[in-house]
Structures are given as structure tokens and as C-alpha cells.
């Protein structure tokens, strides 16, 4: 069967989605992906969740035509909070790990887009000098992620 969406785009959709179904928290905005790195200090005034292909590659496991793709995906964090407020950085760090938590398990109904590893990082931290700097929480989370053939 021919693809008819490219793989890392189904990937980037997906945990997209699976975000935004979650329950456990409340984004002002859905999260959405990105076609492109982002600035961490552009101009962000309230939560956001971006998603954002970072690379990927065939695994070439097989003879067929198309074989399963493999993404790292980044899930960007962000909002500009008050530094010297610890519950702003707690409800953050709080929101951040929900959101691990929603896409750590993620597997499309169709078992096509799954998630087969992921870190957090110290990132999920607040980035102490853009912080204190600027007042922007940012936190991110890593994910690879793959796609079987259609």
C-alpha cells in the first residue's frame, strides 16, 4: 500500500492528539506540532505544548518496499510564569509530568504510531537562568517513536 501521509508527520499527529485528549490536566490551547526548531524565548504568554520533529530514519528491516520509520520527537513546555512564585513552578513541573505520563504509553488504535522509548531529562526542571532571566518556565521531554508501514 501506497503512504499517504509522511511517516514523521503521522508521528508528530498522533502524540498531537494523544495530548490533547488528556484529562488529567488543562492546556488554554491545544498543543500543537511544529514544522520547524522553535525559539525557547519567543514570545510566549501563556501555556504551550509544541511538538516538534527533531530527526528520524528508515530502519530498513525488511525487503519490502516501505519499511517501519523511526522519529525522535520533542515535546516543548512553556509559559511565562512568575519566578518567585513556587507554586507557578510546581503546577508546571506538574503539568509537565502529566503530560510525559499521557504520551509515555502512546500506541495508535491501528498499533501504526508508537512510542518505543522516552526521557525527561533534568529539562523538565525549569531552565534556572531563562527563569530568572526572563521568567519563562521551559521544560521539554524526549520521545522515539515508531511508525510501521501502511
Same mark, same amino acid.
Given at each position: 500500500?501506497?503512504? &499517504?501521509?509522511?511517516?514523521? @508527520?503521522?508521528?508528530l ?59 525522535? @520527537?520533542r515535546?516543548?513546555?512553556?509559559? +511565562? @510564569? !512568575?519566578? !518567585? +512564585?513556587r507554586? !507557578? ?5 506538574? &503539568? ?6 499521557q ?5 495508535? !488504535? &491501528? ?5 518505543w ?18 521568567g519563562?518556565? @521551559?521544560?521539554?521531554?524526549?520521545? +522515539?517513536?515508531?511508525? +510501521?508501514?501502511?
Amino acid at each position: 500500500m501506497t503512504a &499517504t501521509i509522511a511517516p514523521e @508527520i503521522e508521528a508528530l499527529t498522533a502524540i498531537v492528539d494523544r495530548i490533547n485528549a488528556g484529562t488529567t490536566y488543562t492546556l488554554p490551547r491545544d498543543a500543537e506540532y511544529l514544522n520547524f526548531l522553535l525559539d525557547p524565548l519567543e514570545d510566549v504568554n501563556e501555556l504551550r505544548v509544541d511538538v516538534v520533529h527533531e530527526g528520524g530514519e528508515d530502519l530498513s528491516e525488511t525487503l519490502a518496499v516501505e519499511d517501519p520509520t523511526t522519529h525522535i @520527537i520533542r515535546v516543548w513546555v512553556r509559559k +511565562r @510564569i !512568575d519566578r !518567585d +512564585r513556587r507554586d !507557578d513552578i510546581a503546577a508546571m513541573l506538574l &503539568t509537565s509530568r502529566l503530560i510525559f505520563q499521557q504520551v509515555n504509553t502512546m500506541r495508535t !488504535d &491501528t498499533d501504526r504510531v508508537q512510542v518505543w522509548e522516552s526521557e525527561m531529562l533534568n529539562k523538565t526542571n525549569p531552565v534556572k537562568a531563562t527563569l530568572r532571566d526572563h521568567g519563562l518556565f @521551559i521544560g521539554f521531554m524526549l520521545f +522515539r517513536v515508531e511508525v +510501521r508501514p501502511s
